[in-house]
């Protein structure tokens, strides 16, 4: 139990690199894949977030939206800072 917890703690630190706010949604939808295809590179993260880039293929419908998702979403706003929404005309 302590490994799972480890690795999921790991993808969400390195699944996308500094920039990233992963959830403990996201680890807990990959971490079964990362057991099963990337078991060699535990408790690597970076070792493990590369297997499973490499396997999307084979990734979990679940991991495959953590993975898929577009890098801007992943980020988060800053703090204290209100979005800036602009009218256009289309």
Do not use: E, W
Not at 32 to 38: E, G, H, K, S
Request: charged share 20%.
């Amino acid at each position: 139990m302590g490994k799972l917890a480890a690795v999921a703690g790991l993808l969400v630190m390195a699944a996308a690199g500094p920039a990233s706010a992963y959830t403990q949604a996201d680890a807990d939808a990959c971490t079964p894949d990362a057991f099963r295809l990337c078991q060699y590179a535990i408790p690597d993260a970076d070792r493990v977030t590369v297997c499973l880039t490499d396997n999307k293929r084979h990734l979990s419908p679940a991991c495959k939206i953590v993975f898929n998702r577009p890098a801007t979403a992943r980020k988060a706003p800053p703090p204290g800072r209100p979005l800036r929404i602009h009218r256009t005309d289309f």
